[in-house]
Nanobody
Framework: QVQLVESGGGLVQAGGSLRLSCVAS????????VGWYRQAPGKQRELVAT??????NYVDSVKGRFSISKDNAKNTAYLQMNSLKPEDTAVYYC???????????WGQGTQVTVSS
């Protein structure tokens, strides 16, 4: 079993920055294919960024502002969020694996609130 724990969320003013962390523990075979998702109230969960050994990808709305990275030695992924906007307010979730992989694990989420 694998556990993912996110941290780093909080309340920040527009234009500010936060760095989210996702620590994986348990029976981890490959710390690859990490994704950050978010879900705002009344909206569907959306993919924000992914990172694999092949590179990283971002949803258009965060390109140039967010940066995803991971430290395989620490089984930890990060999401650096700069120039935050009120529309970035959501619960942010970390995912390991997913579609196309033999494993799929989610964290419990961390709240990010951006005030205007």
């Amino acid at each position: 079993q694998v556990q993912l724990v996110e941290s780093g969320g909080g309340l920040v003013q527009a234009g500010g920055s936060l760095r989210l962390s996702c620590v994986a523990s348990g029976s981890i075979l490959w710390f690859n294919a990490v994704g950050w998702y978010r879900q705002a109230p009344g909206k569907q969960r959306e993919l924000v960024a992914t990172i694999t050994s092949g590179g990283s990808n971002y949803v258009d709305s965060v390109k140039g502002r967010f940066s995803i990275s991971k430290d395989n030695a620490k089984n930890t992924a990060y999401l650096q969020m700069n120039s935050l906007k009120p529309e970035d307010t959501a619960v942010y979730y970390c995912r390991l694996g997913g579609s196309g992989y033999l494993y799929d694990y989610w964290g419990q989420g961390t709240q990010v609130t951006v005030s205007s």
